[in-house]
């Protein structure tokens, strides 16, 4: 598990008080006061929100966006405009993301500097909140094929059910499981098992729709989320599943095939009902396949 170690601020009487004019009072220091607002959450938008309203004082700007390789997001209500200014955040030399201003005219030198400043109170907060997101993220997500995990899947299983719910629409769940997978592991290592578990979640992504989702519980057990489901969204997913394996060259050589369990939320299902209902299902396929097929 990823441990998060929370930063210290580090700040200089010159960062501090050369931003804007200065009341002698240092609780109205307008640099003290950001700092204390930007230490308040570990959310990166919350934080380019309360940063904004710092530096929409100084520059009048429509749009504001925060990019790096991880995260990339902006301000509620941003848009774009004709001229656009770009800060690149570092910390020495550790690049933190780039933050850009969308504006109508190009930032005035001095102002240019006094942002720059006004950056350093920004700098340290959004990097804790970035490495806090990161070990948020790393906690639901399955390590081998980088799929969410159980924890996840039951997050937002709950959130579906939910919005199902409030939206008078259908929520549909895929429970899959391996067939044959023991003994490749068995016979050919779990290095082999690795790659074929990977392989299998490749599939899995290319089956869905970007408003689904895929999840690995541990194992060989696979669960997608369907929402916004259509009456043969379900079978439409399963189809494109097995194709997906049987078309896979590396699935194909192994002869891995995957058993599925579907079923919709009724308006009565919670999350213990609805999972219980498409693990029946995939029960039921697992055992037709074994009688039938001869697999295993």
């Known amino acids: ?3 998060l170690n929370l930063l210290e601020h580090h700040f200089t009487d010159n960062n501090t008080l050369n931003i804007v004019n200065i009341n002698q009072d240092e ?39 925060f990019k790096n ?27 933190i993301g780039v933050l850009t201003y969308c504006v109508k005219k190009p930032i005035s030198l001095s102002k240019y500097k006094i942002l720059n400043q006004l950056h350093q109170h920004l700098l340290y907060p959004l990097r804790n909140a970035l490495n806090y997101q990161m070990a948020s993220k790393l906690a639901m997500q399955d390590g081998l094929t980088d799929l969410g995990n159980r924890r996840y899947f039951d997050k937002q299983l709950t959130r579906a059910i939910h919005h199902a719910n409030r939206q008078q629409s259908r929520v549909g ?8 997978f023991k003994a490749i592991n068995d016979t050919y290592g779990h290095q082999v098992g690795d790659l074929v578990l990977k392989h299998v979640a490749t599939a899995m992504i290319a089956s869905i729709r970007d408003s689904d989702s895929v999840f690995r ?39 891995l095939t995957c058993s599925l369990g579907c ?34």
């Open 173 to 180: 769940l895929i429970l899959g499981d391996l067939n044959k």
């Open 27 to 65: 609780s109205f220091i307008p640099g003290l006061v950001l700092l204390e607002r930007l230490q308040t959450t570990l959310n990166v938008d919350e934080l380019l929100n309360i940063f904004s309203k710092e530096a929409e004082k100084l520059v009048a700007f429509s749009g504001l966006y």
């Open 217 to 255: 519980f541990g194992g060989d057990e696979f669960a997608i989320i369907v929402e916004n489901a259509s009456d043969n969204s379900l079978d439409i997913i399963e189809n494109r599943i097995n194709i997906a394996i049987d078309n896979d060259a590396l699935l194909a050589k192994y002869q």
């Open 263 to 296: 079923t919709f939320m009724n308006r009565a299902d919670n999350e213990t009902t609805v999972f219980e209902r498409a693990d029946q299902a995939l029960y039921k396929q697992k055992m037709y396949k074994k009688r039938n097929f001869n697999i295993v």
């Open 1 to 3: 598990m990823q441990t």
């Open 69 to 95: 390789q991880d995260v990339s997001t902006c301000i509620k209500g941003s848009r774009t405009a004709k001229v656009e200014r770009t800060f690149e955040l570092k910390i020495n030399n550790e690049f």
